[in-house]
């Protein structure tokens, strides 16, 4: 399965520096048995400006997006063709 992050946090983490300086709160359901049931929230203040062009209407708020499957890894996965992965 594809899995990848959510597309309003690329601008946000292009680099180490930027994925060490990313300072967000994920809020989301506790454990239970759906392995493919999954939601939650990352919020988030985009500390750069590249985000800020792509998104005319940011007030200066905590932005928050959410979260479902696609955008998670479960223990003991296999990654195959991927040089790299940042992971909470």
Request: hydrophobic share 25%.
């Given at each position: ?57 940011y007030d200066g708020e905590d932005i928050k997006v959410p979260l479902d499957v696609n ?18």
């Amino acid at each position: 399965k594809h899995k990848t992050s959510h597309k309003w946090t690329v601008p946000c983490t292009t680099n180490d520096e930027d994925v060490f300086n990313f300072n967000g709160e994920i809020s989301c359901q506790g454990p239970n048995e759906y392995l493919y049931k999954f939601e939650g929230n990352l919020s988030f203040k985009p500390s750069d400006k590249r985000f800020l062009e792509n998104e005319s209407s940011y007030d200066g708020e905590d932005i928050k997006v959410p979260l479902d499957v696609n955008q998670m890894l479960l223990r003991g996965s296999s990654l195959r063709n991927t040089e790299y992965v940042y992971g909470i």
